[in-house]
């Protein structure tokens, strides 16, 4: 059923920002002075119509997210297509809800298949990692929570409570089934809780 703060994202935008560090930074046996951000705008809008963009950035850090001996430029090219293909996902992606939980979603039913297809690609070559494809992605999520606390006009950490959000931490958190029987529960408590 959902709650009136709800939202879903609408549209998305992607820039590529190139980036340099004062020093190098050695990740592994690479030194790099040179990195690529993504740059991202989300638009989501809620029930009743309203809408808001918000804005979230990462660096692609290609020799930490994907440490390999495949040359620099073939990742970061790769981690670029995947990006590109995660604007188009996110601006078409139909889910309703906080956007803790429409990340949630996007990361439990669209990343892996994304990732997939992507690999499929590169078919014969080195398969891009989880991590690669998290960090992708993340420029996205903040974004999303961003355009979020713009749209309701409040920090979007004053929202991680049961007024905005339709589930609790139990939703995503469960007990080991290897853990004591006295292992905590997260039954009606909010990321605000801690």
Not at 75 to 85: I, K, M, T, Y
Not at 132 to 148: I, Q, T
Request: with cysteine; proline share 8%; charged share 20%.
């Amino acid at each position: 059923m959902g709650k009136p703060t709800d939202v879903r994202p609408i549209g998305a935008r992607l820039y590529f920002l190139p980036m340099r560090a004062r020093i190098p930074v050695k990740f592994g046996p690479e030194t790099t002075r040179d990195v690529t951000s993504a740059r991202v705008c989300v638009r989501v809008e809620d029930r009743q119509g309203a809408s808001a963009e918000g804005w979230g950035e990462t660096p692609l850090s290609v020799s930490w997210v994907w440490p390999s001996s495949v040359p620099l430029a073939e990742r970061e090219q790769a981690l670029q297509g995947l990006c590109a293909e995660l604007t188009k996902a996110w601006a078409r992606f139909d889910v309703w809800g906080h956007p803790l939980e429409v990340g949630h979603a996007f990361l439990e039913r669209e990343l892996p298949r994304l990732l997939d297809q992507a690999n499929a690609r590169r078919a014969g070559r080195e398969a891009m990692p989880w991590l690669a494809a998290l960090v992708c992605c993340s420029a996205f999520d903040l974004a999303l929570h961003d355009a979020y606390g713009v749209l309701h006009g409040v920090p979007v950490y004053s929202t991680y409570n049961a007024r905005y959000m339709n589930a609790d931490l139990s939703a995503y958190l469960a007990p080991d089934a290897q853990a004591v029987a006295a292992a905590p529960s997260f039954a009606g408590k909010y990321p605000k809780d801690f």
